[in-house]
């Protein structure tokens, strides 16, 4: 068994697909809070602009469920390699980094997203959807997301709904790192009993949403080893990603998705469509760019999947204070109908605002990645130094921008 390496294309289309899928996230939430549902609204202000608008706009569980597919091949994949290499893996070291990579975003993300939500919901008033929200706005709220217990013991943080994925992503992480360690060939039978019973105890723990979705996370994992010989040639895979896309908006709205059983089957859906998409490329390695449209090889894709993470866990709280501002100086905020092509205009001016905003915290947060790693080090290697003669880890600092 082999882990495959990553050539150019297929990191080139990952790029693609992680600041696409971030970006679908911002669409989902922006839509929601800013026009009403299909359902209510009303036969004239249905034009094709709109249709196609809320087309887009409304595949957000779709794409956090690729962004699960791309974590367990890059991050999973990583693991797995350097286990088959080694025989074993650093756990430290890789919680070290996983952790240095969640929490350089996310505290800023918990601070800031509090400080917006406290000053927007005074501009409106505490009315509108800030009224359902600011009992979040806790210290057990703020420490429970801190430690990835939301929607396990606590709510998301605020306004900040999209946090709830990061709970699946540490434990997901958790749970793979300690499943290789407990798999090496260095561990006694009693050290392995309990690194088992810890998995038990996560397992049982996170049972049953977060446990089912983490299956589509190992599918991911999965492709990295998978012998593939035949596969769908890479157009035809991007095609029938995009379909499979499309019949689930038209046919699969979130009425249908009511218990667990069918939201799962709808997100299996997505991921095994991406999987094969992501299996194409993977079985066709190219590094030559050339072999890649212009626009998927644009410099920007790589500039905007750099700051995805960063996007995708700092927009809700920003989105929410603008719209207070907008509400409170012209009136146009909160779940309106739609009536003219206009308010889309408006919600694109939002988007790009939230890009700039999330682009900003990238710069001041998540650019210092590897800093906060190191420093995670130094503090470990000075516990560990207290009690034995100081050893030094040359092991690379490795990637960051996995997710």
Not at 127 to 133: L, P
Not at 314 to 319: A, E, G, L, S
Request: net charge positive.
């Amino acid at each position: 068994m082999r882990v495959t390496p990553i050539d150019e294309r297929t990191s080139a289309v990952l790029d693609v697909m992680r600041w696409v899928a971030a970006l679908v996230v911002v669409l989902t939430h922006v839509n929601d809070q800013v026009f009403l549902s299909m359902a209510e609204t009303p036969e004239e202000s249905r034009t094709l602009a709109f249709m196609a608008w809320k087309l887009i706009s409304a595949s957000g569980n779709e794409a956090v469920i690729v962004f699960f597919v791309i974590s367990g091949y890059l991050v999973g994949g990583a693991a797995l390699a350097e286990f088959l290499r080694d025989g074993d893996i650093k756990l430290s070291n890789y919680m070290l980094r996983r952790c240095a990579r969640l929490y350089t975003v996310l505290i800023p993300a918990l601070v800031i997203g509090a400080l917006l939500d406290i000053v927007g919901s005074h501009l409106s008033g505490g009315e509108s959807v800030y009224a359902d929200r600011l009992h979040h706005l806790t210290v057990a709220g703020f420490f429970g997301n801190m430690f990835y217990l939301q929607n396990i013991f606590v709510e998301t943080f605020g306004t900040n709904d999209a946090l709830w994925s990061l709970t699946n992503e540490f434990f997901y992480y958790v749970m793979c790192g300690v499943f290789l360690y407990a798999l090496s060939k260095n561990r006694r039978p009693l050290q392995r009993l309990g690194l088992f019973a810890l998995l038990g105890g996560i397992s049982w723990l996170i049972f049953p949403k977060i446990l089912l979705f983490g299956t589509l996370w190992l599918l991911g994992m999965a492709l990295r080893v998978l012998p593939l010989r035949r596969t769908l040639p890479i157009a035809a895979a991007a095609g029938q990603f995009l379909i499979t896309l499309l019949v689930i908006r038209v046919f699969f709205e979130w009425e249908w998705r009511d218990t667990l059983t069918a939201h799962y089957m709808v997100s299996l859906a997505a991921a095994v469509s991406f999987s094969l998409l992501v299996a194409s490329l993977q079985a066709r390695p190219s590094n030559d760019s050339r072999a890649l449209p212009k626009l998927v090889r644009h410099p920007f894709n790589k500039f905007a999947a750099d700051f995805s993470y960063t996007l995708y866990a700092t927009h809700f709280p920003f989105v929410m204070f603008v719209l207070a501002v907008s509400e409170t100086l012209f009136g146009w905020g909160w779940r309106s109908a739609y009536t003219g092509g206009w308010e889309l205009g408006l919600v694109l001016l939002l988007i790009v605002s939230v890009m700039v905003y999330a682009w900003l915290m990238f710069l001041a947060f998540e650019s210092r990645t590897r800093k906060v790693y190191e420093w995670f080090r130094s503090v470990r290697d000075g516990l560990q130094a207290w009690r034995r003669p100081a050893r030094r880890n040359s092991e690379p600092l490795g990637q960051f921008n996995e997710i």
